[in-house]
């Protein structure tokens, strides 16, 4: 799949605070994501985001 900064991708699981949309805000061979809910800022490797992926919508 092709990422870019700035889109907003739903994850399978859902975050503890209850939002499963998410920000990209940096990509490469890791993923910096930030939750939309909570605005927690995680780092998840490329295999992982690319498996969990559930949908896409760019800003």
């Given at each position: 799949?092709?990422?870019?900064?700035?889109?907003?991708?739903?994850?399978?699981?859902?975050?503890?605070?209850?939002?499963?949309?998410?920000?990209?805000?940096?990509?490469?061979?890791?993923f910096r994501l930030r939750c939309l809910g909570c605005g927690r800022q995680v780092m998840l490797s490329r295999r992982d985001v690319e498996k969990n992926v559930r949908g896409r919508r760019t800003l």
């Amino acid at each position: 799949m092709d990422f870019e900064t700035g889109d907003i991708i739903k994850l399978k699981k859902q975050h503890p605070c209850g939002s499963s949309e998410w920000e990209i805000l940096r990509t490469g061979a890791d993923f910096r994501l930030r939750c939309l809910g909570c605005g927690r800022q995680v780092m998840l490797s490329r295999r992982d985001v690319e498996k969990n992926v559930r949908g896409r919508r760019t800003l």
